[in-house]
């Protein structure tokens, strides 16, 4: 079975700081990571993605991940804050067996501080 | 290509009507997926089809929600007769049944339906 965690809710960071959006999961094989980010009344966007390439993934508009095995985890960061930067932002996990559903965290809000 | 396209994008109905939204998956993408959000809570998955058959409808709430997806192409799900509860906004995905390394396992949403239930 497979599981995804965010770990936080709420983030609050101020503009111009790095920003840290943490995520667990649980599988039991490799599976697909990824990050969408949703504005208010838009949809869901791909931010980026891990597909067992490289660990660290780069995404759009600056975000990052790095996947480690060992921490089972796949955590979002970026450098330096933008204010178009507020949203909320989604880790999901898909599985590599097509009969299995994507699975969503509970989404972490992040509100930027001027 | 063309993505994932969802109508409406908006419906407002009374209690007691019904609705039916409409997932028009990436051509070629066997898997489709149904997931719904309500105002202020998180993401939660309703059914999954491979081309026209259910594959997992766990996630459906009531015997109010039923899906279809005949020819194994476009989705709908209808509810009827809508309650207030029903409200949120429903998003639709497809995935490739191929599955591998690379973009292969992606899900690509569509934009949403938004359904207020007054």
């Known amino acids: 079975a497979q599981s995804v965690t965010q770990l936080d809710s709420h983030v609050s960071v101020s503009e111009g700081t790095p920003v840290l959006l943490r995520c667990n999961y649980s599988s039991s094989y490799s599976p697909s990571l990824f990050w969408y980010v949703q504005h208010p009344n838009k949809g869901l966007q791909l931010l980026l993605k891990?597909?067992?390439?490289?660990?660290l993934v780069k995404g759009i508009n600056g975000f990052e991940a790095e996947f480690k095995k060992s921490e089972t985890s796949f955590h979002l960061t970026k450098p330096s804050a933008h204010m178009s930067d507020a949203a909320e932002y989604f880790c999901?996990?898909?599985?590599?067996?097509?009969?299995?559903?994507?699975?969503f965290g509970k989404g972490t809000r992040l509100h930027i501080l001027p | 290509e063309a993505g994932v396209t969802q109508f409406p994008s908006h419906s407002v109905i009374e209690k007691g009507q019904t609705v039916t939204l409409r997932c028009d998956p990436i051509s070629g993408h066997d898997n489709l997926y149904w997931y719904r959000r309500v105002m202020g809570k998180e993401i939660k998955f309703l059914l999954h089809f491979v081309k026209e058959s259910k594959q997992d409808e766990s996630g459906m709430p009531n015997n109010r929600f039923l899906a279809e997806r005949t020819g194994g192409t476009y989705s709908t799900l209808k509810v009827q007769p809508a309650e207030l509860e029903d409200s949120g906004v429903y998003f639709c995905?497809?995935?490739?049944?191929?599955?591998?390394?690379?973009?292969?396992?992606?899900?690509?949403f569509g934009q949403g339906t938004r359904l207020t239930v007054v």
């Open positions: 995905a497809s995935r490739r049944a191929t599955v591998g390394q690379g973009g292969n396992t992606e899900a690509f």
């Open positions: 891990y597909t067992s390439a490289a660990t």
């Open positions: 999901v996990v898909s599985p590599m067996n097509r009969d299995d559903k994507i699975i």
